[in-house]
């Protein structure tokens, strides 16, 4: 297998996603086992860039070296049409969602990103999927088959210390999907029991979303504190101030948020929209139906006002994360993706 590769990124590769931190620390790691990875950051506004955006990514494409391609999920959509400049050589289709998946896509759009995604998955040598939930998504979304699971490591941390048993956190970018809106709605209903939430994630993203979402926490107070995007010691600092982390998103392939929030030690609220109820065992935290509200706040209720749940979902929460592959596992999977592929497009 060729020693190299290039990593193909729709737009900065230091983002702070989990999809591009996912990337970021698989780079690490390939790195670290002797693969030498080039990243190529693509212009353009992902996922749907606009013809001059393709047309550059289309000179990217022409310089590349002749070595095998990553090409990250979000801009597969801008390869349809200059894919047979990349025939030559195997090309690693990374999914960490099916990019029609993302809550309050308005449905022309959602239908033409399918149906790209779908064209240009058909012409990838391997496909690599975050889950196996996200897998099992893929294959029967797109009629493809023989995906590959990698899911995220995950760093050791140290348990949370026990605070007042009202810190509550989430950690997720501010858009529809993360489920803020249901969030501040479900603890509107709580607001005779004590609690303060913490909210880390960006703000920029979807401006019009934080200004619904901030308008609607506006007569919770100072009990709602808006953090903005965090670096990860500042996050992981977050996850040890914390009693009891909250992520009600409609939809997740992984959740990397919560695997770290189970290496500290906390129980967990969240939804089974997704892969969640494969990274969240029931022993570890609570799942409603995305979108329940009443049913959120129940859970944030029981959970905050009974000591034996909390301590429960603590114990079996650490013992979970205890379980988790770390990063340079997930490095070596990669590197022998990486070799697979070289091997099928090669000798056939």
């Keep these: 297998m060729d ?3 290039v990593w193909l990124s729709p737009g900065d590769p230091n983002q702070r996603t989990g999809g591009y931190l996912y990337n970021q620390r698989i780079v690490q790691e390939l790195d670290a086992i002797g693969i030498i990875v080039e990243v190529i950051a693509l212009p353009g506004d992902w996922p749907l860039p606009s013809a001059a955006d393709r047309r550059r990514c289309e000179a990217v494409l022409q310089a590349l070296p002749d070595v095998p391609v990553v090409l990250d999920g979000l801009a597969f959509g801008a390869f349809v049409d200059v894919w047979p400049q990349l025939r030559q050589r195997p090309v690693l289709a990374l999914v960490h969602s099916p990019l029609f998946r993302e809550t309050g896509t308005p449905p022309a759009r959602a239908a033409r990103l399918n149906q790209l995604e779908a064209t240009a998955l058909e012409q990838a040598t391997m496909i690599v999927a975050t889950s196996a939930a996200a897998a099992d998504d893929i294959q029967a979304s797109f009629s493809v088959s023989g995906v590959t699971v990698i899911q995220p490591g995950c760093d050791p941390a140290p348990l949370a210390s026990p605070g007042d048993r009202g810190r509550l ?3 997720g970018t ?3 999907r993360k489920g803020y809106r249901e969030l501040i709605a479900a603890l509107k209903m709580i607001a005779d029991v004590p609690w303060t939430l913490r909210c880390a994630g960006s703000l920029y993203r979807n401006p019009a979303y934080v ?7 506006m007569s919770l107070g100072e009990r709602v504190q808006w953090l903005g995007e965090l670096d990860t010691a ?8 914390t009693d009891l982390f909250i992520l009600p998103s409609f939809y997740e392939t992984y959740g990397m948020v919560l695997a770290e929030a189970m290496t500290a030690g906390l129980p967990i609220i969240s939804t089974r929209g997704g892969a969640i109820p494969q990274t969240v065992p029931a022993s570890a935290g609570v799942l409603v139906e995305p979108g329940d509200i009443s049913g959120l706040a129940s859970a944030i209720r029981s959970v905050l006002t009974d000591e034996r ?3 429960r979902l603590s114990f079996g929460s650490r013992a979970a ?3 988790l592959p770390d990063w340079a596992q997930q490095g070596a999977q990669w590197k022998r993706a990486l070799q697979q592929m070289s091997e099928r497009m090669f000798n056939g």
Excluded: W
């Design 174 to 176: 501010v858009t529809p």
């Design 211 to 217: 200004a619904q979402v901030q308008q609607e926490a």
């Design 321 to 323: 994360g205890k379980r």
């Design 309 to 311: 749940t909390r301590e």
């Design 234 to 241: 500042s996050l992981h600092d977050a996850y040890q101030r």
């Design 3 to 5: 020693k190299r590769c």
């Design 169 to 171: 956190l989430i950690a």
